[in-house]
């Protein structure tokens, strides 16, 4: 019943907090209506989840956040180093990452994170999701960044989305 | 102190929106033209923001936050198009 | 005070990486890396101001979350929009001073 009408829990939630911080307000009005988009946005879209997302191991999934909360600040202060400092210097590099996610999320998920952080654009996953195309603004050694990938965003997201 | 926090803001994000408007008419590639009015809206909402800070005033919030939606779509239906040659597949 | 030190002290430093995104964006020398500096640096400066302006309106009328919308927006929607962009680019096969990945791994989806 519940797995009926509530398929995707986390979403409603987040659509029921996204409208009341709109609507700026904890009326018992906004909260029932932004109750009833919650239930029937997920349900609308249902056809646009391909496979379902089972989160394991909370506490993991918050460390990571936390991690990749403070390499954006340290990659920002190294982006800003390298737009600030001699370009001509500057090593930029295409870099393959061999992946072993499968979960299409975990995949979008780690190439978001890679985006995000130190020195990194991920471009282009391939047709199969097995490499994304990571290109970087200064790498002295690729083989160290695709492992430090692997190793730092990579295998949090396997125990998370242990499927 | 606050005064000159927004002053110097105000400065910075308007220096920001001239670079990128001068990237959006050097080019040389359409991804190079895309990506400076991706910028140029970003930082329009900074701006907004600031404007809204430095006035004591939250109306301008959803104008802020429909530029952000609206200039993501934006972005994402002229990226598609360069990459593919269509926007809906 | 401490109030205004922390609204300036976000806004001095969101206004800082606005401006470095947009450095970055007119100076670096091929498209590749001249996405690096809007999706990173700019992102995180909207980011900034967003705090400010949240930590001021809390201060002066009470809670005013709504502004975490657009931060956590922008930070979910740039790695989409950059994606998209160096996905074009390489299918455009845009110049690169590092090698661009053959033809066949590349842009296509």
Same mark, same amino acid.
């Given at each position: 019943m519940t797995r009926r009408w509530l398929p995707h829990p986390v979403t409603s939630c987040v659509l029921l907090v996204a409208w009341l911080l709109l609507n700026r307000s904890v009326d018992a009005g906004h909260v029932l209506l932004g109750a009833l988009l919650a239930v029937v946005i997920p349900l609308a879209v249902?056809?646009?989840?391909q496979r379902p997302v089972r989160l394991r191991r909370p506490r993991a999934a918050v460390r990571l956040a936390l991690v990749v909360l403070w390499d954006i600040v340290l990659a920002n202060v190294s982006v800003a180093r390298l737009v600030l +400092?001699?370009?001509?210097?500057l090593r930029p590099a295409f870099v393959e990452v061999a992946l072993d996610v499968e979960h299409p999320v975990a995949v979008a998920l780690l190439a978001s994170i890679v985006t995000m952080t130190p020195g990194t654009v991920s471009c282009d996953p391939s047709r199969d999701r097995r490499r994304i195309l990571v290109h970087a603004l200064?790498?002295?050694?690729p083989d160290r960044l695709a492992r430090e990938i692997k190793s730092r965003y990579e295998r949090p997201l396997l125990e998370i989305f242990a499927c | 102190m606050l005064a000159f926090a927004i002053t110097v803001s105000f400065g910075a994000v308007g220096l920001a929106l001239l670079l990128a408007a001068w990237r959006l008419v050097r080019g040389p590639d359409l991804p190079d033209r895309i990506l400076a009015l991706d910028t140029l809206y970003i930082s329009a909402v900074a701006l907004i923001v600031l404007a809204g800070i430095a006035w004591r005033t939250q109306v301008y919030f959803e104008a802020a936050l429909l530029i952000a939606l609206m200039g993501f779509v934006g972005t994402v239906a002229l990226a598609l198009y360069v990459a593919r040659g269509d926007v809906m597949h | 005070m401490l109030l205004e030190i922390a609204v300036s002290f976000f806004l001095l430093v969101g206004a800082f990486f606005t401006l470095v995104g947009a450095i970055g964006l007119a100076r670096l020398p091929d498209f590749y890396m001249r996405l690096h500096g809007p999706t990173k640096a700019t992102t995180l400066g909207v980011g900034g101001t967003l705090t400010a302006s949240m930590i001021y309106f809390t201060a002066?009328? +009470?809670?005013?979350?709504?502004e975490l919308l657009i931060t956590l927006f922008l930070f979910v929607t740039a790695p989409v929009s950059a994606n998209l962009l160096a996905r074009a680019a390489l299918r455009l096969r845009l110049r690169s001073r590092a090698p661009l990945p053959e033809a066949s791994s590349a842009g296509r989806d």
């Amino acid at each position: 019943m519940t797995r009926r009408w509530l398929p995707h829990p986390v979403t409603s939630c987040v659509l029921l907090v996204a409208w009341l911080l709109l609507n700026r307000s904890v009326d018992a009005g906004h909260v029932l209506l932004g109750a009833l988009l919650a239930v029937v946005i997920p349900l609308a879209v249902r056809r646009f989840f391909q496979r379902p997302v089972r989160l394991r191991r909370p506490r993991a999934a918050v460390r990571l956040a936390l991690v990749v909360l403070w390499d954006i600040v340290l990659a920002n202060v190294s982006v800003a180093r390298l737009v600030l +400092g001699p370009s001509a210097r500057l090593r930029p590099a295409f870099v393959e990452v061999a992946l072993d996610v499968e979960h299409p999320v975990a995949v979008a998920l780690l190439a978001s994170i890679v985006t995000m952080t130190p020195g990194t654009v991920s471009c282009d996953p391939s047709r199969d999701r097995r490499r994304i195309l990571v290109h970087a603004l200064d790498v002295d050694d690729p083989d160290r960044l695709a492992r430090e990938i692997k190793s730092r965003y990579e295998r949090p997201l396997l125990e998370i989305f242990a499927c | 102190m606050l005064a000159f926090a927004i002053t110097v803001s105000f400065g910075a994000v308007g220096l920001a929106l001239l670079l990128a408007a001068w990237r959006l008419v050097r080019g040389p590639d359409l991804p190079d033209r895309i990506l400076a009015l991706d910028t140029l809206y970003i930082s329009a909402v900074a701006l907004i923001v600031l404007a809204g800070i430095a006035w004591r005033t939250q109306v301008y919030f959803e104008a802020a936050l429909l530029i952000a939606l609206m200039g993501f779509v934006g972005t994402v239906a002229l990226a598609l198009y360069v990459a593919r040659g269509d926007v809906m597949h | 005070m401490l109030l205004e030190i922390a609204v300036s002290f976000f806004l001095l430093v969101g206004a800082f990486f606005t401006l470095v995104g947009a450095i970055g964006l007119a100076r670096l020398p091929d498209f590749y890396m001249r996405l690096h500096g809007p999706t990173k640096a700019t992102t995180l400066g909207v980011g900034g101001t967003l705090t400010a302006s949240m930590i001021y309106f809390t201060a002066i009328e +009470g809670t005013s979350l709504h502004e975490l919308l657009i931060t956590l927006f922008l930070f979910v929607t740039a790695p989409v929009s950059a994606n998209l962009l160096a996905r074009a680019a390489l299918r455009l096969r845009l110049r690169s001073r590092a090698p661009l990945p053959e033809a066949s791994s590349a842009g296509r989806d």
